[in-house]
């Protein structure tokens, strides 16, 4: 009988010593089998799913805030730091995305059901708009950019006090270090649960919409998708190979392992922050870098983002007869990847950024924000592959700048 009793400790400890990702995927497939068998189950365990990532949205803001702030603090001139090449790396990715999506929405043209009414969501007007909304979050107030999770007012708010206290007492910059730290320690802790909100996510996203409410779309999220993959698979490799000139792949699977399975479950850059710092960390990056890098790319490094802008507003032109030249084609990647970088890291962000590109064609509002509603309908694939890869490319673009430095 104790025999019996005991037995479940060693296939607790098995589980234990198995290694996170491993242990997301058992979640996964646990909560599709539940999906399955008891749509009104899983939709329950969902509540798992939003606590995980409410507890992610939660300790990103202050951690992000606390490691920009410390690392600059404790910056020593003379010490070397590669934002300027991650930065670069962020527009090249971004802009080759764009690229990618207007090229095969020319290849494999989509057609759209454009009947249905648009959805109550407001959209950008103009460029203008986007970049004046972007200063208004560089200015906002530091205890709203925190309670908002505005980490353009909190990097902001983090890179000027880290500054001033570059000048302070280094009993001020170890007590920074030291909050930095033990906040990290819980995102460790947080991070623990992963498993458990990925069974939660999937099994309600499953029970929720299934897959009938995709079949329709189904060419249209196989160029989406394709258009993502080839991004995260060869445009990527391509671009960190010129950089560091080694072979790229064992850097790119990392990331995509470690950072885009937790992405693509939380839908959420702003979510994943802590995940990829946590990762950076793992992989011996230059701190400094990635404690800025990071959360500055879950803002401007957008190369899914600019994929959906640019192959859903090609779809609704396609769908309206309406003939684009080389020019145009080669503005809307312009204008998909500055609209991009004002995307907002949550789930469904780049949607509400259609409208701006399909302006660029003269299709009136009404219709543009149908094809967002269409947007919101495949989002469970869509914003979810998006989301993986913009999240990942943020720590392989990184460490390709820290590991060319390096070399």
């Not at 170890?174 to 906040?183: F, I, K, R």
């Not at 490094?301 to 007869?321: F, K, P």
Request: aromatic content about 4%.
């Amino acid at each position: 009988m104790s025999h019996a009793t005991a037995s479940p400790r060693p296939l607790l400890q098995r589980l234990a010593r198995t290694s996170l990702v491993s242990q997301i995927v058992v979640g996964l497939l646990a909560g599709a089998l539940l999906a399955a068998l008891a749509p009104q189950a899983a939709l329950s365990a969902g509540f798992v799913g939003t606590l995980f990532v409410a507890a992610l949205k939660a300790v990103a803001p202050p951690l992000v805030f606390l490691l920009v702030a410390s690392a600059i603090a404790s910056h020593k001139r003379g010490q070397p730091t590669h934002i300027r090449p991650v930065l670069l790396l962020y527009l090249v990715s971004t802009m080759a995305a764009a690229l990618v999506g207007v090229a095969a929405s020319f290849l494999f043209p989509s057609t759209l059901l454009l009947s249905g009414a648009g959805v109550d969501a407001s959209a950008p007007g103009g460029i203008g708009e986007v970049l004046a909304a972007l200063l208004a979050s560089l200015l906002s107030n530091p205890v709203q950019a925190l309670l908002d999770a505005n980490f353009i007012g909190i990097l902001a708010w983090a890179i000027g006090l880290g500054l001033a206290l570059r000048h302070g007492s280094e009993t001020t910059r170890t007590v920074l270090h030291d909050l930095s730290h033990g906040l990290s320690e819980i995102v460790r802790v947080v991070i623990r649960f992963a498993p458990l909100g990925a069974f939660g996510l999937i099994a309600a996203a499953l029970a929720e919409t299934g897959l009938d409410a995709l079949a329709g779309y189904a060419r249209l999220l196989a160029v989406l998708v394709g258009c993502m993959l080839l991004v995260a698979l060869v445009v990527n490799p391509l671009i960190v190979f010129c950089k560091i000139r080694r072979n790229p792949y064992p850097l790119v699977f990392t990331c995509l392992r470690e950072s885009g399975i937790t992405a693509f479950f939380t839908r959420s850059s702003a979510a994943n922050i802590p995940v990829n710092l946590q990762l950076c960390e793992r992989l011996g990056l230059h701190e400094d870098t990635y404690s800025v890098s990071i959360p500055l790319g879950a803002t401007i490094n957008m190369a899914g983002a600019a994929i959906t802008i640019s192959v859903l507003t090609l779809a609704a032109v396609n769908t309206l007869g309406i003939a684009v030249d080389i020019p145009t084609a080669l503005l809307l990647c312009v204008i998909a990847s500055l609209s991009a970088a004002g995307v907002s890291g949550v789930a469904g962000g780049s949607l509400l950024l259609i409208p701006l590109a399909t302006s660029l064609f003269g299709i009136p509002s009404e219709i543009a924000m149908q094809v967002v509603a269409i947007g919101f309908i495949i989002s469970i694939v869509q914003d979810s592959a998006e989301t993986a890869l913009n999240s990942s490319t943020d720590v392989l673009l990184t460490a390709a700048a820290c590991l060319a430095k390096r070399d």
